[in-house]
């Protein structure tokens, strides 16, 4: 049993070198005075510029960055950075999908971030308190070995929700990525060469 691994990144220009290794949209959305504090991202809808895509491809502190504020009691400043990896041409026999890696590059600035994974089920909370500074290497490295509720439509969907609520003042929440990366680990499988499993294989 062969086991093979790809790579999907930001990158929206097929005459860059890394482009074969693409596969990953991201987009952005900011709300200022927000009423509540949402438990998902799925209000984050509006995809970022190509011209902003190769900012987040490598550590190299270029960031994509948003910010929003909030200036009545009790309301929130929301930024959130989804990023939608598509995986359909591995999703499929006999490919067998055994370990997915999740990186993130970037930081907090004002706010809390989190990291939040959407599942068939709803979104869930992954790391709930993310770094304030950018240091060396990657701030995220998540590796999910259990992967049966990880994909939602043959794609995954994780992002960033920084938040911060306004008390007496105008609070900020700023949000920066520097690089993302996904890494899927998959095995293929010799089930389909068994002719109980393949009966096309019956002669």
């Known amino acids: 049993m062969k086991i093979l691994k790809k790579t999907l990144r930001l990158n929206a220009d097929p005459s860059k070198q890394y482009y ?24 984050v809808t509006t995809q970022i510029p190509d011209i902003d895509y ?6 190299d502190g270029n960031y994509i960055s948003h910010s929003a504020s909030a ?20 999703m499929k026999l006999p490919n067998i999908i055994s370990k ?6 970037g930081y907090v600035e004002d706010g809390t971030g989190k990291l939040m ?4 089920t709803g979104w869930t909370t992954l ?20 992967v049966v509720r990880t994909f939602v439509d043959k794609k995954l969907i994780f992002g960033i929700l920084c938040y911060n609520m306004a008390y007496g003042g105008t609070f ?3 949000l920066h990525t520097d690089a993302v990366q996904v890494e899927v680990e998959y095995r293929v499988s010799d089930l389909l060469n068994s002719p109980i499993i393949n009966p096309t294989l019956v002669r």
Not at 20 to 43: F, K, V
Not at 100 to 105: A, L, Q, S, T
């Open 20 to 43: 074969p290794a693409s596969g990953m949209e991201m987009y952005a959305e900011t709300q200022n005075n927000a009423t509540s504090l949402p438990d998902n991202l799925d209000w």
């Open 54 to 59: 190769d900012k987040a491809v490598w550590d």
């Open 71 to 90: 200036s009545t009691d009790f309301r929130y400043a929301l930024v959130g950075h989804k990023f939608v990896c598509d995986v359909s041409d591995i």
């Open 100 to 105: 997915v890696i999740i990186r993130w590059d």
């Open 117 to 120: 994974l959407k599942t068939p």
């Open 127 to 146: 790391i709930s308190t993310l770094p304030t500074s950018d240091g060396s290497g990657w701030e995220v490295e998540l590796t999910r070995s259990v």
């Open 172 to 174: 900020y929440a700023k």
